[in-house]
Each structure stands twice: as structure tokens, then as C-alpha cells.
């Protein structure tokens, strides 16, 4: 008997940049992942988005492995400047066809689209006037957002307006691992701020198109464990916690910033600064639903080494295990290892019950605001046995993070869907293809035919079930 609802969507999840290829096809503009990805030393073996796994050309042949696999949902993020070359102005019909076409193959086939307007790949055009830093960005998504409810709202009934921003501001603004390469607290803080106002604007104007659906923002979920219960340690946590949860989730579901964090930030900075009107909007345009992006836990404890206020930085193309969705405080806390725990081959700690217990905490915070999990899964290198891609691996981590979905269910939480990442092995940011996560090989030698894993048909079986047969 399964616990999930009946109308459960069990789907799985990719982005643009990652699997589209054609990055110059009829007519599309550059990304900044387009531009930064040939800069010398950027990404692994220096490779790009330029074909990445060329579902631009072949989705109607991805669609039907969706299909047979039995998906009931695909997430997937639309290329903005696929759809507006320069960012705004005039309108490349062609992109818009493509996702229109995409649209309509997902429907055809029973599989409920959902649509992430904004998966890191800003348009070069607007990076060359300021990116993120610059306030007239907000309005260009507003109007993005807007061109795409308009060709699309009639047939998607599931938005959400941003992916991690956590990634993009924290890896592009203060690392400087990801474009545009900045290592700013300060500005950080401001481009921040910039998207959670675009994201209010394009709620706004979700909520005046007439579509009939629902509107949200997906972060990543990191759950923090104390690494000791010493008064220092819990500080830690606490502080981790407020960072990389609060201050990412309180914007779009509480319409307003945490006081305390705010007013340190500002007393650090002078950041964020805020326009006329800022605050209402933020409040009048609270989401629907949150999605939550749940890989790995982190351990906190407190940094004795430092007491002034640095930034404690590494990337996904690092070593050791600060590799992934975080930035830190040096001299505040630090980032640990477990040393009971499991890690995955890039040492990410697998650690499912963090995805109840973080599920608990939304809940908890926020009330019974609806929940998707939006990704969620096992980056490894996928072993071949006799023509076969045996990724048992995959398949204990995803069962047991479905198990950790089913006790947040048994305990109260509203979660509706299931989109582990990936469904298809894709292009890693920094990573090139050595890292891979989803149900569907792609033969690189082989003109990138498609092979179903031994996780499809695992997924197959389990979402016949609802749930039931894992």
C-alpha cells in the first residue's frame, strides 16, 4: 500500500544549458554559461553547453523514453535567450516554437509539464549592462516571464520563477567559480536582492495572466547537523541555518528578509538596498508552492581558528568535501566531516532522513505550504557490465530518499512530486560528463544514442506502483 497521493507526480528534471546543445541554432542568443564555459581553465576539460546532449534536436525521441519510463511530470527550464536573443525587445519565434513543440509532446504523451523560467543561463546581453547587480535585470525578467505565460499559460499549469540562488549568486558573485566570476560579499548581497524583486515581479504577473495554475521558487534544502551539542557548535548551526535557509526561503514565503541577518548585512555592507515599493512587493507575492532541491546535509561547527569575518569559499570543481551549494563564514563556522558518514564519489554525504528532517523544518517555518521535491539524486561515475549501465548505486540512494518522502508525508507534509535529477545523463556545469545522475546514458562515441539504465526501468516499476514497489 503506498502512502503517496494518488495523483503523486513522479517525474524527473533537467535544465536548458545542460541538455539542449544547439547554442547558436536559429537564431538563439548567447547565454552567459555560453560565454564563460570557452574562457581557459573554466570548466573540466574545457568542455561546453555547445552540443551538451542535443535534446534541442532529439526531444520528441527523449519525450518517448519519458513516456515508456512512465513519467507523470517533466521539469524542465526554458533558455531565455533561446526565446529573447539581447534579453528583451524582439522575439526569436523559433525558440519559442521549440518549447511550444516540447509543450506539446509532453501533453501528448500524458506527462504534465513544469517550467523553470530562470536556470542560471542569463542572457550575455544583459551580463554586458550589469547582470544581476543591475535593477533594470528585474524588469526584463518581469517581462520575459510575461512573454512566456503568454505562449505557454494556455497548456503549463506548474511555474516557478528561479533555481538555487544560493548557486548562481553564491558560485557567480562570490566565489567566482561560475559566471560573471565576481568575489563580492557586497555585491552578492544586492544581486541577491535583485532576483527575489524579479521573482515578486513575475508573480505579479502570474497572478494578473489568467493562467490556471500555481507559481513558485525553488532553493536548494540543506539540512545542518551540529557537530557537537556544545553551546558553540549549536551557535554554529544556527547561524548556517539563518544563511543558507532563511535569508534564500523568508523573501518568497514570508514576503520579507530575516531582521536580524538583514541588519547585520547592512551594517557589514550597506547591502541590500532597497527601491520604493520593495518590501510591499516582496510581500503581496508569496508562492504558491516551494520547490526544494535536497542533496546532501552539511555539518556545522564553530571556527575557533579566525574571529574576524572573511569569506570561506570552494567550488564544484574543488577538492574535498566542500564541493557543491555552499559558501561560508569563515571565523563563524565551518564546514566539517562527518565521521560516521557516507559520501558519494564527489563526497557529498548521503544522509536521507536530512531530507524528512529538512521537509519537518519547511514546514515548520512556513505552515503547510505545498512542497515538490525538484531534485534530488546521485552524481557518480555509472559502471558498464556487459553492455549494461548497472547504477545500483542510484537506485539504493533514490529508494531510500523516496522512504525519507514517505515519513515526511506520514508526518503532515503536503509534498506533491518527485522530479529526481537527473532524467537524462547531462552536462555538469563544471563538471563536463564524468559526473552522472540520471535514468538515460548517453553515448558520447556513439553519436550520443540514448540508453535506458537499469534505474529506468527500476523508476518504471516503482511509479506503476505509485510508490508501492521499490
Not at 524582439?90 to 513544469?114: C, K, R, T, W
Not at 567550488?315 to 566531516?337: A, I, M, T
Request: charged letters at 20%.
Amino acid at each position: 500500500m503506498s502512502a503517496f497521493p494518488k495523483d503523486f507526480l513522479w517525474g524527473a528534471a533537467t535544465a536548458a544549458y545542460q541538455v539542449e546543445g544547439a547554442h547558436d541554432a536559429d537564431g538563439k542568443g548567447p547565454s552567459i554559461w555560453d560565454v564563460f564555459s570557452h574562457l581557459p581553465g573554466t570548466t573540466y576539460q574545457g568542455t561546453n553547453g555547445d552540443v551538451a546532449v542535443d535534446h534541442y534536436h532529439r526531444f520528441r525521441e527523449d519525450v518517448a523514453l519519458m513516456a515508456e519510463m512512465g513519467m507523470k511530470s517533466y521539469r524542465f527550464s526554458i533558455s531565455w535567450p533561446r526565446l529573447l536573443p539581447q534579453g528583451r525587445g524582439q522575439v526569436n519565434e523559433a525558440g519559442v516554437a521549440f518549447y511550444s513543440d516540447l509543450i506539446d509532446a509532453l501533453l501528448e504523451h500524458g506527462i504534465e509539464p513544469m517550467i523553470t523560467l530562470y536556470h542560471w543561463d542569463l542572457p550575455q546581453a544583459l551580463q554586458d549592462e550589469g547582470g544581476w547587480e543591475a535593477r533594470a535585470t528585474t524588469e526584463a525578467f518581469e517581462a520575459y516571464a510575461r512573454l512566456c505565460y503568454e505562449r505557454y499559460g494556455d497548456r503549463v499549469k506548474l511555474w516557478s520563477t528561479f533555481n538555487e540562488t544560493i548557486c548562481f549568486i553564491g558560485f557567480g558573485y562570490i566565489t567566482g567559480g561560475h559566471p560573471p566570476g565576481v568575489q563580492s560579499p557586497a555585491r552578492a548581497v544586492q544581486a541577491c536582492h535583485h532576483v527575489f524583486v524579479a521573482h515578486a515581479k513575475a508573480v505579479a504577473a502570474f497572478r494578473t495572466s489568467g493562467i490556471d495554475g500555481k507559481i513558485g521558487f525553488v532553493n536548494v534544502l540543506q539540512t545542518n547537523t551540529p557537530l557537537s551539542q556544545s553551546p558553540e557548535d549549536l551557535a554554529a548551526c544556527q547561524l548556517a541555518d539563518g544563511i543558507f535557509t532563511h535569508w534564500l526561503y523568508d523573501p518568497v514565503l514570508k514576503g520579507e528578509y530575516p531582521a536580524e541577518l538583514l541588519a547585520q548585512t547592512q551594517a557589514l555592507w550597506g547591502v541590500p538596498q532597497f527601491a520604493e515599493g520593495d518590501r510591499q512587493l516582496l510581500r503581496d507575492n508569496i508562492c504558491d508552492f516551494i520547490g526544494l532541491n535536497y542533496y546532501k546535509r552539511e555539518t556545522i561547527a564553530a571556527n575557533h581558528q579566525e574571529s574576524h569575518l572573511t569569506i570561506n569559499t570552494t567550488g564544484e570543481k574543488g577538492k574535498g568535501h566542500q564541493q557543491g551549494n555552499e559558501f561560508g563564514f569563515k571565523g563563524l563556522f565551518k564546514f566539517v566531516r562527518n565521521p560516521n558518514g557516507v559520501y558519494t564519489d564527489w563526497d557529498w554525504e548521503i544522509y536521507p532522513q536530512g531530507l524528512t528532517e529538512g521537509i519537518m523544518n519547511i514546514k515548520a517555518r512556513y505552515g503547510d505550504i505545498p512542497i515538490y521535491i525538484t531534485e534530488n539524486g546521485l552524481g557518480a561515475k555509472d559502471p558498464i557490465i556487459d553492455g549494461e549501465v548497472v547504477d545500483d548505486d542510484r537506485i539504493d540512494y533514490l529508494n531510500q530518499h523516496i522512504g525519507a518522502i514517505e515519513d515526511a508525508i506520514a508526518q503532515g507534509a503536503d509534498v506533491r512530486g518527485y522530479y529526481p535529477w537527473s532524467f537524462i545523463d547531462l552536462l555538469s556545469w563544471l563538471n563536463g560528463f564524468q559526473k552522472q545522475y540520471g535514468f538515460v546514458y548517453v553515448d558520447h562515441q556513439k553519436d550520443l544514442a540514448r540508453q535506458r539504465k537499469k534505474s529506468f526501468f527500476w523508476y518504471q516499476k516503482l511509479i506503476a506502483s505509485n510508490g508501492a514497489e521499490r
